[in-house]
């Protein structure tokens, strides 16, 4: 990784931009007048005339290499070791059809409430240092999305790429803790918390979310339930053979009764977001409150290179000084 010790020595490379325009400026009054050049236009230039632009060339080169020395280029690697172990975090994602109402909005664009999930969701993931992270989706089914993991990048690439009905059109609460309880029995952590979001009732799966929720406090998991959604109606898109797209509004319920239940006896919290704003301020109050001291050690050894770039300066400038003080030698 090539980086720069002193990288403020680089704003003097933009004088040389304005040492070239004041060359080009001055040499644009003649140096001597004479009444007409006719005399002399069909002699040849010579090779040395030619190539006199070397000269201003070299100049430049010479102070640009020196510059970038003067920056102290140095290349190397850099290694970051996470000692602490952190907390083991399962994301769980309701994907079911009722996802696709129309009931938020993301910078004044209305947008379903799987696109508002996905962008806070990637906030809160931005946010973790040294925590495992994994995802379990559900709908009529649930499975696993993306095991524990500290590859937030992997994350934030999978969780873009979710699809509304991708695990069927119900409901499977239960099935999605007890998928997620099992992520969590795949590594020791001191700390296992669920954050199951979710817009509907459950009425899939075999696992009921009572019976899911007991289990989980038995393996001493925290679970913090989010129901997502205006209440009432919310307008959904729909696709009519007849009249073409339009809008129609269906009565979503959310079981707040059996969120917060399961909330309450595995010592999470249940919240209820109703906008963009209220599901970003639920995602940072879990973000501080399951916080974690990570202890970092960085590991760095570079080699400094900026004497090849100062060698060939040094080697160039010999030449500059012969050559303007000889052939090219200006007179005032």
């Known amino acids: 990784m090539l980086r720069f010790a002193s990288p403020y020595f680089h704003f003097l490379l933009l004088l040389l931009p304005a040492m070239v325009w004041y060359r080009y400026r001055r040499h644009r009054t003649p140096t001597m007048a004479i009444s007409a050049l006719f005399p002399v236009a069909g002699i040849p230039s010579s090779a040395a005339l030619r190539l006199q632009w070397l000269v201003p060339a070299i100049k430049y080169t010479v102070l640009g290499l020196m510059v970038v020395g003067l920056a102290r280029p140095q290349w190397g690697t850099e290694r970051t070791e996470v000692l602490t172990e952190g ?6 994602l309701d994907l079911s ?33 040294g925590d495992r992270i994994g995802m379990v989706v559900f709908g009529t089914h649930a499975y696993t999305q993306l095991p524990l993991t500290r590859d937030y990048n992997t994350m934030v690439s999978i969780l ?41 009732q459950s009425n899939a799966g075999e696992l009921s979310p009572d019976t899911a929720g007991e289990i989980a406090v038995q393996k001493g998991v925290k679970i913090y339930t989010i129901g997502v959604g205006t209440r009432g109606k919310a307008p959904y898109l729909v696709k009519d053979p007849l009249f073409g797209e339009r809008y129609v509004y269906q ?14 006896k595995t010592g999470g919290l249940y919240f209820r977001a109703e906008n963009l704003e209220g599901l970003q301020q639920i995602y940072d109050t879990i973000d501080a409150m399951e ?15 900026y004497p ?25």
């Open 308 to 332: 090849w770039l100062l060698i060939p300066a040094l080697v160039l400038l010999p030449f500059y000084v012969v050559l303007r003080n000889t052939r090219y030698l200006v007179i005032p």
């Open 97 to 129: 059809e009722s996802m696709a109402a129309l009931d938020f909005k993301k910078k004044r664009r209305v947008v379903n409430r799987l696109e508002a999930v996905k962008g806070v969701v990637e906030t809160f993931v931005s946010k973790r240092n």
């Open 251 to 264: 009565q979503v319920n959310i079981d707040e009764a059996a969120l917060r239940a399961i909330a309450d």
């Open 87 to 92: 907390i083991n975090i399962v994301l769980a």
């Open 160 to 200: 873009d790429r979710l699809e509304i009905g991708a695990a069927g059109k119900s409901t499977a609460i239960g099935d999605a803790i007890g998928i997620a309880l099992k992520r969590l029995a795949d590594v020791e952590s001191k700390s296992n918390i669920i954050i199951l979001l979710t817009d509907g």
């Open 291 to 305: 916080t974690t001291a990570v202890k970092v050690d960085i590991f760095a050894e570079y080699n400094e290179i």
